[in-house]
Every structure is written in C-alpha cells, then in structure tokens.
C-alpha cells in the first residue's frame, strides 16, 4: 500500500504532503522497536532512523515523506568535513 502510493510520487518529484516526512522517525522507531521485541536484528534500521530524525532536523520535516528518498540522496552529495 506505501509503496503503490510513495512510489509514484518519488519518481514524479511530487511532494504534495499526503503524510508529513516528520512521520518517518516514528515508523522506523516503531519498526525497531518491534524488531527488538522479536529478537530480530536490524542493520540499517538505526541509519535510517538517525537519517529520518536529521531530515527533521533539516526542515523539510512538513513535505511529503516522499521527499525523504531523494533528501538522504542529497546528502551523499555534501562535502565531507
């Protein structure tokens, strides 16, 4: 269901807010938290929550969450200090 909704959006650049990129942490916050309940091991799991939390951070936390993809894309782009 996410994917058939987020997908078309992201590859259109729509980032017309049908769920806020704010919300994202607290999926994947949820998901890790169900993951440690089941002994199950996550590896990029706490990446992409420290990403979704600095997206936040960042300001375009009101977009769509579609913008997230392509806001992670771009930092790969930063200079490194």
Request: net charge neutral.
């Amino acid at each position: 269901m996410v994917m058939a909704d987020k997908t078309p959006k992201v590859v259109a650049h729509d980032h017309t807010t049908s769920a806020h990129a704010s919300c994202v942490h607290k999926n994947i916050a949820a998901y890790l938290g169900g993951a440690h309940a089941t002994g199950t091991r996550s590896v990029l799991g706490g990446p992409i929550l420290d990403a979704a939390r600095r997206l936040v951070d960042d300001g375009p936390g009101e977009r769509d969450s579609a913008v997230f993809p392509q806001w992670v894309a771009d930092q790969d782009q930063r200079p490194r200090i």
